[in-house]
C-alpha cells in the first residue's frame, strides 16, 4: 500500500480497505497498517485480489474518489465512479466534433503530432549524450525518419491513414529504444520491440505498467473538465476503452512513462531479479518493482517543469489536466486547434 498525493495505490495482495468513521482504514491479514482521512483521498488505484467493502466503494462513488482495477502487469480492469458530472453542453460539443470527420480528424492529427514531436525529441537527445558514433547515427536516422511521418501526418485526410503514419513513427522511436539504455544496463536488460500481451521482457512489462498509471490519470483529468473519456478521436470508439483517454496520453508517451522507466533500469534501481516469467513467455513485474514504479512515478509528478503556454513552471502532474482543458476549450471554440503538450 502506498499513498502519494491524494491517491491511495492498493499494490499487496489481499490487501482490504474499509470505511472506518471519516477515513480509509487499510488492512493486511486482519491486521490494521493505515489510516488515511477520506477527505484527503480523490482515487484508488487497486491491484488484483485487493478487496474494498462496500460501504467505501458507496462513499467514493458519492464524493467523486473514483476506484481503478489494473491486473498484475497493469492492464485496466475496472472502474468504479458515481453519477456523470461535468457540463453537458461540452459533452454534446465533444459529441458533435466525433460526428464531424473534419473536426474529429484535426485533433486526432494533433495527438500523433504532439506524440511523434516528443518521440522525436527523446531520441535526439539520447543522440548528443552517445558516447557512441555508430550508435549517435542510428539515432539520428531514426529520428529523421519519424519527421518523415510526421511531415505526412500534417497533410493526410483521412484518420485511417494517420493512424497508419503514427504506426510507423511509433515503430521506428522503438527500433532504437534499446539504444536510451546505458551500456552497464544492457548487461541485464534487452529491448527488441514493443509487444505489450503479452510482455516479452522486463523492459516492456514495465512500459505497460507505466502507461496503465499514465492512462488513469488521463482519465481523471478529462473527467475533472467534464469531458467524456469514452468518446475519442483517434483511438477507436469502442465499449469500454477510454478512448479520449488515451487520446491524450499519446503525447506524454516518451517525456513520462518511456523516460521514468529507462531512468529507474539506467540508475539500478531496478533489477531483473524483480520481474517474474509466466508460462507463455508472459514477464510481469514483481510487487517489489511495482511499487519503485509507482513511488517513482508519483515522485516525478511532483517535478516542476516550463510549461510554455503560461509561460510559467508547473508540476508534471498538472499536465494531463492542463492539456484536457485545452480540449474543452477547443471543443468549445475558443481554440482555433488543440495544441499539445510540447517537451523541450
Known amino acids: 500500500m502506498a499513498?502519494?498525493?491524494?491517491?491511495?495505490?492498493?499494490?499487496?495482495?489481499?490487501?482490504?480497505?474499509?470505511?472506518?468513521g471519516e477515513t480509509v482504514l487499510i488492512s493486511m491479514e486482519e491486521q490494521k497498517k493505515v489510516q488515511v482521512p477520506f477527505h484527503h483521498v480523490s482515487s484508488i488505484v487497486c491491484l488484483e485480489s485487493v478487496r474494498l467493502s462496500g460501504p467505501l466503494q458507496?462513499?467514493?462513488?458519492?464524493?467523486?474518489?473514483?476506484?481503478?482495477?489494473?491486473n498484475w502487469s497493469g492492464r485496466f480492469g475496472a472502474r468504479v465512479e458515481g453519477p456523470t458530472t461535468g457540463n453537458v453542453l461540452l459533452r454534446l460539443a465533444q459529441y458533435d466534433a466525433y460526428r464531424?470527420?473534419?473536426?474529429?480528424?484535426?485533433?486526432?492529427?494533433?495527438?500523433?503530432?504532439?506524440?511523434?514531436?516528443?518521440?522525436?525529441?527523446?531520441?535526439?537527445?539520447?543522440?548528443?549524450?552517445?558516447?557512441?558514433?555508430?550508435?549517435?547515427?542510428?539515432?539520428?536516422?531514426?529520428?529523421?525518419?519519424?519527421?518523415r511521418a510526421q511531415e505526412s501526418a500534417e497533410y493526410c485526410r483521412q484518420v485511417d491513414i494517420l493512424r497508419g503514419h503514427e504506426g510507423e513513427a511509433a515503430a521506428e522511436y522503438f527500433s532504437t529504444f534499446g539504444l536510451h539504455l546505458r551500456s552497464g544496463a544492457r548487461?541485464?536488460?534487452?529491448?527488441?520491440?514493443?509487444?505489450r500481451r503479452p510482455a516479452p521482457d522486463p523492459i516492456n512489462a514495465c512500459l505497460s505498467f507505466a502507461y496503465a498509471?499514465?492512462?488513469?490519470?488521463?482519465?481523471?483529468?478529462?473527467?475533472?473538465?467534464?469531458?467524456?473519456p469514452q468518446v475519442g478521436y483517434l483511438h477507436?470508439?469502442?465499449?469500454?476503452?477510454?478512448?479520449?483517454?488515451?487520446?491524450?496520453?499519446?503525447?506524454?508517451?516518451?517525456?513520462?512513462?518511456?523516460?521514468?522507466?529507462?531512468?529507474?533500469?539506467?540508475?539500478?534501481?531496478?533489477?531483473v531479479g524483480q520481474f517474474e516469467y509466466r508460462p507463455g513467455g508472459q514477464v510481469e513485474m514483481d510487487a517489489s518493482a511495482r511499487k519503485i514504479l509507482i513511488r517513482a512515478y508519483q515522485e516525478?509528478?511532483?517535478?516542476?517543469?516550463?510549461?510554455?503556454?503560461?509561460n510559467r513552471k508547473v508540476q508534471i502532474g498538472s499536465l494531463p489536466y492542463l492539456q484536457a482543458r485545452l480540449i474543452a476549450r477547443t471543443l468549445r471554440g475558443e481554440l482555433e486547434?488543440?495544441?499539445?503538450?510540447r517537451n523541450r
Open 3 to 20: 499513498a502519494y498525493g491524494n491517491t491511495i495505490y492498493l499494490t499487496t495482495p489481499d490487501t482490504y480497505a474499509s470505511l472506518e
Open 58 to 70: 458507496v462513499r467514493c462513488a458519492e464524493r467523486g474518489v473514483s476506484i481503478t482495477w489494473l
Open 100 to 147: 464531424d470527420p473534419g473536426r474529429s480528424l484535426e485533433l486526432a492529427r494533433q495527438f500523433v503530432l504532439g506524440k511523434i514531436r516528443n518521440a522525436r525529441s527523446s531520441a535526439l537527445r539520447v543522440a548528443r549524450e552517445c558516447p557512441s558514433e555508430d550508435e549517435q547515427q542510428q539515432l539520428q536516422t531514426s529520428a529523421q525518419r519519424m519527421r
Open 187 to 195: 548487461r541485464n536488460f534487452q529491448f527488441r520491440k514493443r509487444q
Open 213 to 228: 498509471l499514465l492512462t488513469t490519470d488521463c482519465r481523471g483529468a478529462l473527467e475533472s473538465v467534464g469531458l467524456d
Open 236 to 271: 477507436q470508439v469502442r465499449p469500454g476503452r477510454p478512448a479520449l483517454a488515451l487520446d491524450l496520453m499519446e503525447e506524454f508517451r516518451a517525456p513520462l512513462a518511456d523516460r521514468l522507466v529507462l531512468t529507474l533500469i539506467n540508475r539500478g534501481e531496478l533489477s
Open 300 to 310: 516525478r509528478k511532483r517535478t516542476e517543469i516550463e510549461y510554455p503556454l503560461l
Open 337 to 341: 486547434s488543440y495544441l499539445p503538450f
